[in-house]
C-alpha cells in the first residue's frame, strides 16, 4: 500500500538530509566549500600572491600543470648573444643551472615552447654565414643537449631543438671514444680540433679552421652532467618537423662530404705514415668510417619513425610522413668536380638544395645511393670503390634500423 511506502520514502529523505547526501546536503556542502575557498584567497590577495582558484570538478582545471616563461626568458628569443650568454655554462659547468632551469619543463605555457626553441637556435647558431662557432656557442650546445637529457619535450620545442642539433650535424655525429678522464671539457677550442700531421682528427675531416666544437660525450668532474645526442635525436624524431630538419641536415651533410673526397673516394688531406705497416692507415680508411657514420645515422632516424608508428606514438604514419615531406627543403647533390672548401659547420645544412626530392623521401637507403652514384657517375669513381663505400654504407644503414626495433 501508498501508506507503507511513502513511510520509507521520509524515513530515507530524512537520514539523506542528515549525512548530507540529499540535496540540501550537497548545497550545504557546496556553500561551505565556496566559504573555504573565499577564505583562502581572501589570505592569497593579502599576501600579494595571484594563483588560479579552480573548483573540483570544473570544467576549467587543467590536466597538467604548466611552466610560464619570466619576461627574463622571453626577452632572450630575440637576443642571440645574449641568449649564448646565458646557457654557456663555463669549462667547469659551474653555470650549467642555468640551462636546466630555463629547459628542464614537461609543459610550458602558451606559445612558450617555441619562445625555448628560438632561444636554444639562437644561443648556439653561429652570427652568420661563414663564421665558425665560437667556445662560448659550443659550450651552450652541449649545455642544451644536458638539460634536457632524459625527458619528454613539451609540445612546440622539437623544431627549435632540431635546429641546433641540424647545426652542429659534423660534431653531433661524432664518435670521439675517448677514455671518460681524457676528455677535454664542455667543447673544444679550434687548436685542440686541428688535424695532426697524418691530416687526421677525431673530429671529423674537412673541418672548417677556427672552429670550436662541443664534446657532447663528456661528463664533466662529478659525472652529473649527461649531453647523450643520440637519444635526443629519438626523442626528436617523434616531431615531424622536427625529423625533416634532421633528415635534411644527413643528407646535406652527406652530399658535403661525398664533393670533397678525391675521385677514387678517398681522404684529400690523408699523408701516409714514414714507416706504414699492414696495420697503418689509408686514404680510404677514414672515409670508410666516416661513411659509416652516416649511413648508421640516417638508418637510426627511420628506424625511430617505424617504431614510433609500431607503438603509436605516431598515431598517422601517412599523416606524420606528409608533414616531413612538406617540410624538408627538397635533395641535395654533391658538386661534379673536387672542392676543398672547409666552410663553417653551420653552413652545411643550410647549403641550397638540387632539387625536389626523388621517390620515396622515407627510403633513406634508396636516397643514399641515389646521391652516390651521382657522385660516382659526374667522377668516374673506380667501380670496385663505389661497390665497397655502398657495402659500408648499406650495412651500417640496415643495423640501425633494426637497432631502433
Known sequence: MRDGGSNDDSDGSRAAAADGTGSGGRLRRLREHRTAVFAVALLVLAAGVTIPLVLPGSDDAPDKP????????????DDPRAATEALDPGDDLARIGSARTLLRH???CGDGAQVLGRIVDGATRSAGPGRPHTMAQARAAYAVASAVH??????????????????YVV????????????????????EKARPDSGGWSKFGRFLAPGEAHPVFEYAGSSRSAHA????LVGELSKDPEAFAILYDAERANFAHYLERLTDDGGDPDFRPPPRPDNLSPTSTSWPDNDLQDIGDRIGALMGHRAGYARNRTIPDLAAFDRVVRRKTRGTFRPAGKQVDSR???GDIADRPVAGP?????????????????????????PVRRVAAMRQLMDDSYVQALWLQF
Open 66 to 77: 604548466c611552466h610560464r616563461l619570466p619576461a627574463s626568458a622571453l626577452a632572450l628569443a
Open 228 to 231: 647523450d645526442i643520440e637519444s
Open 357 to 381: 626530392v626523388e621517390g620515396d623521401l622515407t627510403d633513406g637507403r634508396r636516397q643514399l645511393f641515389i646521391v652516390l652514384d651521382d657522385w660516382a657517375q659526374d667522377r668516374d669513381a
Open 171 to 190: 660534431d653531433t655525429g661524432a664518435h670521439l671514444s675517448w677514455g671518460g678522464d681524457e676528455l677535454p671539457g664542455p667543447a673544444v677550442s679550434p
Open 343 to 345: 666552410p663553417a659547420m
Open 150 to 167: 632524459g625527458i619528454e619535450l613539451p609540445e612546440g620545442l622539437a623544431p627549435g631543438m632540431a635546429r641546433m642539433v641540424a647545426e
Open 106 to 108: 614537461k609543459s610550458v
